[in-house]
C-alpha cells in the first residue's frame, strides 16, 4: 500500500446509494489502510454543473419503483434497515459533514446522519433530526445550528462542489482513487480492486484501467 492513500468519497445525504455505499466504505478503507475523505455534495447541482438536466428519479414514475425495489435489494443484501425519508433536502446536514471533521468526528456523524435520514426515514433537513445527529456524534447543539447556516461553511460547501464539477463528479456516490472514479455502491469491487492494485507496488493507473477485451 503506498503512504497516504485515499478514498475522497463525495456524498449527499439525500442519496439512498450513498447511504448503501457507506455501509461498506469505512471497513473497505480499512483493509487497505487507506484514509477515507467525506465531502459533502448536492446531487442535484452536480448534476446540473456536468450538463445533466434530466428531470429527478422521484418524478419518474417506472423509474422511481424501479429504483426503490433495486436500493430495497441492496439494502436487504448488506443488512442494513432501509426506509424512505420524509424529505428530500439536506443542505444543512450535508454541510455539518465539514463542522463534524474539523472536530474530529466526522465518521461517527456520517454514520449518525445517514442512520436517521435512510434507516429511520427522517427529514434530512428536519431540525429536531439535525439536533439529535448533532448530539449523537458529540457535538455542541448551539455551535453546530450556528456552524451549518454559516456564510463561511456554506462558501466552502460551494467550492468543494465546483471542484467536483472540474474532477468531472456527475453524481453519487462518487469515490475517487488517485486520478480514477468509482460512481455508485455497485462498483465498490472495482474500487477495492484499484486498492489492491497499489498494493502489489505495480503501476496503479494501470491496475485502475479497465482494458478492451
Request: proline fraction near 5%; charged fraction near 25%; charge should be neutral.
Amino acid at each position: 500500500m503506498r503512504a497516504g492513500q485515499q478514498i475522497v468519497f463525495y456524498l449527499d445525504f439525500i442519496s439512498p446509494f450513498a447511504y448503501l455505499a457507506n455501509a461498506k466504505l469505512p471497513d473497505l478503507a480499512a483493509r487497505h489502510g487507506a484514509e477515507l475523505i467525506y465531502l459533502p455534495l448536492d446531487v442535484m447541482h452536480a448534476k446540473l454543473a456536468t450538463g445533466n438536466f434530466a428531470p429527478s428519479t422521484r418524478v419518474l414514475t417506472g423509474k422511481r419503483e424501479f429504483i426503490r425495489r433495486d436500493r430495497l435489494w441492496w439494502a436487504q443484501h448488506y443488512g442494513v434497515p432501509m426506509r424512505t425519508p420524509r424529505a428530500f433536502s439536506a443542505p444543512r446536514l450535508n454541510a455539518g459533514i465539514l463542522v463534524a471533521q474539523e472536530q474530529g468526528r466526522v465518521r461517527r456523524y456520517v454514520d449518525a446522519a445517514f442512520h436517521q435520514v435512510w434507516g429511520l426515514g427522517g427529514d434530512p433537513d428536519d431540525d429536531g433530526l439535525l439536533a439529535t445527529v448533532a448530539e449523537q456524534t458529540g457535538l455542541d447543539r448551539d455551535g453546530f445550528f450556528a456552524s451549518v447556516g454559516s456564510p463561511d461553511t456554506t462558501s466552502r460547501v460551494g467550492a468543494i462542489g465546483r471542484d467536483a464539477a472540474r474532477r468531472g463528479v456527475f453524481g453519487v456516490p462518487t469515490m475517487i482513487v488517485g486520478e480514477e472514479m468509482f460512481w455508485g455502491n455497485d462498483r465498490l469491487d472495482f474500487l477495492e480492486a484499484c486498492l489492491a492494485g497499489f498494493e502489489t507496488k505495480k503501476t496503479g493507473v494501470e491496475l485502475c484501467q479497465p482494458h478492451d477485451l
